[in-house]
């Protein structure tokens, strides 16, 4: 019985599955991952708000002023209490003490109608510590002891969206430098171990089995610790990376020796050995790119991990500290139950952290199936 011929269509897109690259391959395969098409949409629009900060954040995120001490976050509307629709607006807040617990409340006041402006100038900041600026994406003009708090403030009245804004910068620059880091460490030692095998193998592999072996939360905590206390921020958050970078190669570092160990046989390598190629050529032009992405997907499962030790090492004061503002700093303030309990909106930066880990998980688990654009 004969065969049925293809539709033209389908013969295009045969023949385009033929003549398509190992790249072509896996972005589309990696397109058909919607949730994690959709968390690498999330993870753009995160190091987007990374790298504006200054523009976004309406407020300097070291103001602090103590008449808005635990100020609740205020709803943004668009009808006002006599049911007339306006622009974007907030209402201003009356405070007041409550008798019996003496503890001062806000609420909004409905005569104090204060407009939401997009493009407005306010506190002064350097864009990216090069550039002087005063220019910020939302804002009110109202008088300068009236704020906008639209995710509340904490216990000395500084705005936690500011703050959770600059914190955002830090905390996924430092997972994005430490895997950097952790690449480079990786590649070379791994590299290393798996090409030249032999005492160099063994010496390697028992280095990184004695660095696995140690518990990973006291030996961040001892690594940490031993910074100076009188440190300023900037050569702290180096250092933070550069530990938890030295702790995280090792990983990396038996993906690339496994492979390089089922590679280093392989008919092409020999062919490259044979006219004449040098090592460095060999491992970086032609091993290297053959488990490229691969290798790709495993440092994207690798940035969550980092953000986390980043996280918790502030959590529990080991970390970065204040002034600088990471995911971690902001979360010492719900370490107190009963400042969580009067205000709730404490815990926003670890819904910030949740949706993150989420969104690189989802993002590494759809690139390592596209990794494998032949797979069914």
């Not at 100038?121 to 008088?143: M, S």
């Not at 804004?165 to 030692?189: D, H, K, M, P, Q």
């Not at 790119?289 to 986390?308: E, K």
Request: hydrophobic letters at 50%; proline letters at 6%.
């Amino acid at each position: 019985m004969a065969t049925k011929p293809l539709p033209i269509k389908e013969k295009e897109k045969e023949s385009q599955l033929y003549q398509a690259s190992q790249w072509q391959l896996i972005w589309w395969r990696f397109r058909k991952h919607r949730v994690a098409a959709v968390s690498g949409v999330i993870i753009i629009f995160l190091y987007v708000i990374a790298a504006f900060v200054e523009v976004i954040a309406p407020y300097d995120p070291s103001a602090f002023s103590p008449l808005y001490a635990y100020v609740p976050p205020q709803q943004v509307r668009v009808i006002d209490s006599e049911g007339n629709f306006r622009a974007p607006f907030v209402y201003g807040l009356a405070r007041s003490r409550d008798p019996e617990t003496a503890r001062i409340t806000y609420e909004p006041d409905t005569s104090n109608i204060m407009p939401l402006k997009f493009l407005v100038r306010g506190d002064e900041y350097k864009f990216w510590g090069l550039f002087k600026g005063d220019w910020h994406l939302f804002g009110i003009d109202a008088g300068p002891r009236d704020r906008v708090f639209i995710w509340g403030a904490d216990r000395l009245g500084r705005d936690l969206f500011s703050r959770l804004v600059y914190a955002t910068r830090v905390s996924l620059s430092i997972g994005l430098l430490g895997v950097i880091f952790s690449f480079v460490f990786g590649i070379i030692i791994g590299g290393i171990s798996g090409y030249y095998g032999g005492w160099i193998d063994n010496v390697i592999q028992r280095l990184i089995d004695f660095i696995r072996s140690i518990p990973t939360i006291p030996l961040w905590m001892g690594l940490a610790a031993a910074l100076p206390v009188e440190w300023p921020p900037t050569r702290v958050y180096f250092l933070i990376t550069l530990i938890l970078s030295i702790i995280g190669w090792t990983g990396l570092a038996r993906v690339v020796r496994g492979r390089f160990l089922a590679l280093r046989e392989e008919d092409f390598v020999t062919a490259a050995r044979f006219v004449g190629a040098g090592e460095g050529r060999i491992i970086f032009r032609h091993m290297l790119p053959s488990f490229s992405s691969h290798i790709i997907a495993a440092l994207t499962l690798a940035i969550p991990d980092m953000i986390l030790a980043e996280t918790s090492l502030s959590f529990l004061g080991l970390g970065l500290r204040s002034p600088v503002n990471s995911w971690g700093v902001l979360l010492q303030e719900a370490q107190n139950l009963s400042s969580v309990a009067l205000a709730p909106w404490l815990l926003i930066p670890g819904v910030a952290v949740v949706v993150t880990i989420l969104a690189f998980n989802f993002l590494g688990d759809g690139l390592r199936d596209a990794a494998d654009p032949y797979g069914d």
